[in-house]
């Protein structure tokens, strides 16, 4: 009877992933993600724009420098984008057959076109850099400063 349940659970996650409605680790469908996300997009531009957060190459929004995580309710924003944007990435990678990590990849550089010239961007050196003093993506800065 146990084997029963453990594969008729199975065979409904299958199907949900197959639906489409796939569910997060939370329990979350990918659709309840993408609204968290959406409500909390203002905060997130904000912040940007006061160049308190910015992105990582590895699809994660942190503070820019120790002092952004002390204003109010920034510790709380990151700590939700980068759980809802990790969920998100896991049901994407489900879906396509590939890795969180290479949607997360993926995300980051779409992030990066997107960005204005003074948004930060952490690259693969660690270290925090404005969009305008870096070449295409996350490589390395600009030679021509």
Known sequence: ??????????????????????LA?????????KERMKNRYPDLVRLKEQQILGE?????????????VQESGVAQIVNEENADRSALYALIAAETGTTAAAVAKINAQRVFQKAGPHEYFKDTDGIWRQKKNMKVGFATPDSSQ
């Open 1 to 22: 009877m146990r084997t029963k349940v453990h594969v008729l659970c199975a065979l409904s996650l299958v199907l949900a992933l197959c639906a489409g409605n796939a």
């Open 56 to 68: 990582t190459n590895q699809g994660m929004v942190e503070a820019v420098a120790k002092k952004g």
């Open 25 to 33: 680790a939370d329990g979350l469908t990918k659709a309840e993600i």
